[in-house]
């Protein structure tokens, strides 16, 4: 019997891998921005059709912000986005954690 492995699973063994994970890793703070943006227009209740209306660009160009295009946007544009969403954009620095 051929079990399919969840996704939970699947990332906990390909996390397992140390090139995986450093990559995951780095990966990590476009995902969240993404994840924030995402929320945000769920949020508000406007469809990628009506939030690029208000920002006056194309839905596939949303549609590509969402799936990963944040991190090679300008912050003005990200602030752009972040107000036709009724937020303000918020950039701060953290201390990496040392082992």
Known sequence: MN???SFKAFKEEAL???SVRAEYERLTPEFEVIKQF???RKKVHLSQVELAKRLKVSQPLIARLETGGYA???VSKLSEVANALGYSLKISL???KRN
């Open 3 to 5: 079990k399919k492995l």
């Open 16 to 18: 397992k891998d140390e």
């Open 38 to 40: 995402v929320s945000a």
């Open 72 to 74: 090679a946007t300008s």
């Open 94 to 96: 953290q201390a990496k």
